[in-house]
């Protein structure tokens, strides 16, 4: 389904229930994340929200992606996987045999219609030039602060146009702004993107770079903007196959070199100068539910701002899961499963990505595994694909007809796993490139990554005959908690009632080499000997909030730094899930903070709910977190 505009998209979405229309003003500096994170975690309120008072002449749309529903809402579908249906059929009708020209013939209808999906360029203006700014400024538009160590206002929905120099190929990419000046902002662009590769090219020619930033339009635009396609695949080609209608562009006024959806609401024209200083750009409060920490990035100037009459301003908060990029995450999970395993790796049947490994830093695929070392092929072929490069923990198991167990049922998925598991020989480790937001890595954008085989395993793998585990009767978590006073909680649940043999522990560091030396202490006490893992993480977080503490691991744990094995067969796998610092743990980089609304947002909001029209109060998510920060910056001191 094609959406002819953000107006229309916002009409669908009122319709159908899914938005609430706020007409008391609320500020764009830290009111309105405030506001959206509150909805965003809130299940049976969360709404797409509809700022109409925003201090601009310009009403703010934001959530409008954030479940399920109004992300299929968004792609014109019923439900997710119906996108992966779609993708399917189209790659099983290009790539099978045709032995004769009647089967060759046959396909001409559907090449034809690939070709009604490709964008065109469209002579004259389009409705998102309907009024020309005469003095363009970014002041004008309501861009949001989300967090209060957050650098400035940033500009974090934006689909940014960029072409090769060379050969004229489009990349439209998804980079957060700040704005510094009324016509200038940071382009926030890592070493791994396609526009990071264009802004090389043109530093090599020595020339002014044309860039231009579309919001709003089809909201499928948004999604391709974000979507992790091949370099030289124009991502309108597959918005125009989402919404099953090609992409009308037109050129941009003061950068003829570039085109803009037509039907966009706002377009931000300029250029980025590769002989420029670059800026320091952030803090910013990232998906990663940290700070992403400053560093220098390059300056993009201003040159014309357009927009239609009728223009909605969209926006997105990121945050601590869940919050709207997970459903954005949720849809590239299902529609770029078909290629994965068609096209790279045949053998997988299903993907999930939990919105606690935040993308990245969490992966459990399900193979069809038919022979010994399957699992490894299929880990070493993962990480070389695309942007799963980044990917920190991946989890393999049988599908749904070997196992009995969904993809999506993590209880007895983990049950299933760990009793296939025998921590020595099925858990590899490994070091690659990682995302540049991993502040977990000793350096910048290389870490440590770890796969965790928990498919059945041949005769060949076996080196241990595998047990059903069943907690000992001898195991006492009293007693732990009363010989370890370093440890603030132990969540035995998992062993206890559920059979898994995994322990989440919460621990106060206070020496080097702590969690490793208690790691051992724990292997050797009564009880353990069949345990197969022990999570560690901070004694702020909640050893029994089994989410929280899956989302504190995986961003903090560097795998190949961080495990370490013991008990009396070394059989027992730890993780330190902990921050780390230069004083504990010789860690050089700055470790970032976790995000929280302060204390004067939290109250400002609370006054002014019974204005909102969201029904009754619903009490910060920030003030859970609260306890959880190291000081009031965005980075924690190397010192601490």
């Not at 890592?190 to 090389?200: D, G, L």
């Not at 370093?486 to 560091?509: C, H, M, Q, S, Y």
Request: hydrophobic fraction near 40%; charged fraction near 25%; aromatic fraction near 8%.
């Amino acid at each position: 389904m094609a959406y002819r505009s953000l107006r229309a998209f916002i009409d669908t979405l009122e319709q159908t229930g899914e938005l609430v229309r706020i007409k008391t003003f609320v500020d764009p500096v830290l009111e309105i994340s405030e506001i959206t994170d509150r909805v965003s975690k809130t299940p049976d309120r969360n709404k797409a929200l509809l700022f109409e008072n925003t201090g601009t002449d310009f009403p703010l749309l934001i959530n409008s992606m954030g479940s399920e529903r109004r992300m299929c809402i968004a792609l014109g579908i019923d439900k997710l996987d119906d996108a992966t249906k779609d993708i399917e059929e189209l790659f099983k009708k290009l790539s099978a045999p045709k032995n004769g020209i009647i089967e060759k013939l046959s396909m001409l209808p559907q090449l034809s219609k690939f070709a009604s999906w490709m964008p065109k360029v469209v002579s004259g203006k389009g409705a998102c030039q309907e009024v020309v700014m005469q003095n363009p400024s970014l002041d004008k538009l309501p861009v949001l602060k989300c967090w209060p160590k957050d650098g400035g206002r940033f500009i974090t929905l934006p689909a940014i146009h960029t072409k090769e120099p060379h050969n004229g190929i489009r990349n439209i990419g998804m980079y957060r702004m700040q704005v510094f000046e009324p016509t200038m902002t940071a382009m926030h662009w890592h070493k791994h993107k396609v526009s990071a590769r264009h802004f090389n090219e043109y530093k090599k020619l020595g020339k002014r770079m044309p860039v231009a930033v579309a919001l709003g339009g089809d909201p499928v635009y948004t999604y391709a903007a974000t979507a992790p396609l091949p370099e030289n695949v124009d991502e309108y080609m597959l918005a125009g196959f989402l919404r099953k209608k090609k992409v009308e562009l037109v050129k941009c006024l003061t950068q003829p070199d570039i085109e803009v959806p037509a039907d966009a609401d706002i377009i931000i024209e300029g250029y980025v100068d590769p002989n420029e200083d670059l800026i320091w750009e952030g803090p910013f409060g990232d998906h990663t539910g940290y700070y992403s920490l400053p560093d220098f990035y390059p300056r993009f100037h201003v040159t014309a701002i357009t927009h239609r009459k009728d223009a909605v301003y969209p926006a997105t908060i990121v945050g601590i899961p869940p919050q709207e990029d997970a459903w954005l995450g949720k849809a590239t999970e299902r529609i770029f499963l078909t290629p994965i395993k068609m096209m790279m790796v045949p053998e997988i049947t299903d993907m999930n990505m939990p919105v606690e490994g935040v993308f990245h830093n969490l992966v459990i695929t399900t193979i069809n595994k038919e022979y010994a070392g399957q699992g490894q092929k299929v880990m070493n072929a993962m990480w070389g694909a695309g942007q799963m490069m980044f990917n920190k923990i991946l989890v393999l198991s049988d599908g749904v007809e070997i196992s009995g167990v969904k993809i999506d049922d993590y209880k007895n998925l983990a049950r299933y796993i760990l009793n296939n598991l025998n921590p020595i020989t099925d858990v590899y480790f490994s070091t690659g490139p990682m995302d540049v937001l991993d502040h977990s890595c000793s350096k910048l954008g290389f870490g440590g990554k770890m796969c965790i085989d928990g498919t059945k395993k041949q005769e060949e793998e076996i080196t241990t005959p595998l047990q059903p585990f069943k907690l000992s009767s001898s195991f006492s978590k009293t007693t732990l908690l009363t010989t370890h006073p370093d440890i603030t909680g132990i969540n035995d649940r998992l062993a206890k009632e559920w059979d898994i043999p995994v322990l989440f522990v919460a621990v106060e560091k206070n020496r080097p080499n702590h969690v490793r030396e208690l790691h051992a202490h724990l292997c050797s006490s009564a009880g353990m000997e069949d345990i197969k893992m022990i999570l560690y993480v901070e004694h702020t977080v909640n050893a029994e909030d089994i989410p929280d503490v899956l989302w504190r691991l995986c961003n903090n744990l560097d795998p190949k730094r961080d495990h370490f094995y013991s008990g009396a067969n070394n059989n027992i796998l730890g993780l330190d899930g902990t921050r780390k610092t230069k004083k504990l743990d010789n860690f050089d980089r700055p470790w970032p903070n976790i995000l929280a609304s302060d204390d004067q947002t939290i109250a400002s909001v609370d006054t002014k709910w019974p204005e909102l029209g969201l029904g009754n109060l619903i009490i910060s998510p920030s003030l859970r977190y609260k306890t959880q920060l190291y000081g009031g910056e965005a980075s924690v001191l190397d010192n601490e």
